[in-house]
């Protein structure tokens, strides 16, 4: 079939996703040769380095050409530590540079989306399609009260309905908060309040593990106490009976149905807000992350094309759920605003058997993963012959996220996934961050297995100590400001700055995380060094656990801590004093588990609780987790002096080894 051809037919070849030759997209007349694509690759990325060395606003100013503005900015950052702003002045729409732009290229034919539900069901949407569907979106956004500056709250499964909800508040200028659909009706709750959202889109239920998720029931329960939703709208996807309350709830396809096919975009000020999502910090409450329109845009866009060398007939599958900010960044805005074919899908990667994602890079003939250390480990663990008994050449480049990867699991992503053909990018980065940070450059950066080498053009990061001093080992820190940085915590102005920048006095950003750079200047990434776990690379903080715990009536104190674990990297391990009158019964360890599931959702369900009569503490009552910690680590237990009553550590260390 000639390029002409293909173009006529969307839907024809691989599922339509191959629309043109490079040459063609890119106008360069002629074909290039293996050699000479990685040649210009390389002075590309190397060009990138110096420009963004000599000036780096003049860097980042070059870089938002990569979108399409109604107005230019007059200003490229305002930095009032620790407060910036980004392209003030200028003014765009995330959503039009997702799709509008598109209508006016070849990609419009596209497809945008290709998704596939855990039972096999298939849809997908080419760019066009998918801006048919935004339009009317954002129109019944609109008709339901929705206007600039409004929060709309998204609680649904992997389903092309959560990108179009997204991409719909963007459209109108309405700020989403979107919410795991793995959380639970308390923490749903807890974040529609703080966000003050006006509206809800949930689903009827979504897929999991080969059974119905009933999200419209858990959200039926956290409206319950949410008096700031006024309507509800409720997405079809397993066609089931569901509660639906008069006045305040209605179908999602009954209203396309009626939509008006027209939506103009809301001219947004770049530094307008795009949306909140929520992450666990030290405290018991999660944090509201703020990003904004231009700067975010800029980086998700830019970081999306510099570290997946982004080629025309690319078919991209980032694993990530929308409700993570992976799912942000690079499953709407980054792969949509380059005009990138991608796959999503619904379910989990054992169902029905052990090979379904090997099997849907097969089918789709996916090009680039990018999934977290996690899942690779339980591939692992779950042996070769899954992915041998696949085709995977389609592959060309792998990537990981939300942990650092140990070498280990490296190697068995570079062998059985990439057939030693596909470079591996490691990329470290944050929900605060909005964008990729530290990741290798394929083509460019030598890969060691298990480090995410060196920052992005643009980015200042460093190692520090304590004080504020450069180090090679310590702290990981970023130095200058970055067009997706945080703009803020949504409502707690204090707690940004204590968090973020109160380390080194407001001078430089303080990520949380440990780091070392080797005599090459490339970082390791060691974990976080506050009191956030990485569970299967989901941020969990030890009090939102011990919140949830000392919320059930028989618990009278509770400590949380990570413990090593061999897939998940992390696990929970709690530490229970009961109330005197609790009456302890063989049952009350799931009972608690199952609280906890409750309060939170099932990522938090901890590994283990351990029943003690006491909490190691300071005279002055504060809990001392790092001795829990050496005892669940099996290390001699540190400093103890500072215990009010030294004597609880060996009753603590006992209880640990017989439970
Ligand atoms: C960790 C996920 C090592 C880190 C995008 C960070 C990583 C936290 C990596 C952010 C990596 C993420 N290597 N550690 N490549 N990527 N992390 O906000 O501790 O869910 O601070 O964002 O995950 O988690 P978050």
Redesign the pocket.
Known sequence: MSNQEKLADGKSGSYGLCLLDEDELYGIGSIETDAELKQRRHSGIKALFAEAQQDREAFWSAQAQCLDWFEPWNKVLQWDPPYAKWFLGGKLNACYNCLDRHMHTEIWKKNALVWEGEEGLERSLTYEELYKEVNKFSNVLKESGISKGDKVAIYLPMVPETVIAMLSCARVGAVHTVVFAGFSADALKDRILDADAKLLVTADGGWRKGRVIALKQTADMALESCPCIQKTIVVRRLNCEVVMQYGRDEWYDSLMEDAQEECPCEEMDAEDELYILY?SGTTGKPKGIVHTTGGYMVSVTATMRWVFDLQPCDIYWCTADVG???GHSYVVYGPLSNGVSQLIYEGAADFPQRDRFWQLIQKYRVTILYTAPTAIRMFMKWGDNWPQGCDLSSLRLLG??????NPEAWMWYYTHIGCQRCPIV???????TGSIM?APLAGFTALKPGS?TQPLPGIDAVIMDEEGRQQSSGYLAITSPWPSMLRGIHKDSERYQQTYWKKWEGRYYF???GAKQDEDGDFW?S??VDD?M?IS???LGTMEVESALVDHQGVAEAAVIATAHAIKGQAIAAFVSLKEHTPFHADLEDELKQHVVKKIGAIARPERVIFISDLPKTRSGKIIRRLLRDIAEGRVTGDVTTLSDPSVMENIKKQYQED
């Open positions: 992450t993570w900010v992976t990981s996220v939300g942990e650092p990867i490691d990329t470290w980065w944050q929900t605060e530290i995410a990520t949380g995380d990434l974990g976080r956030v990485n690379g989901h941020r």
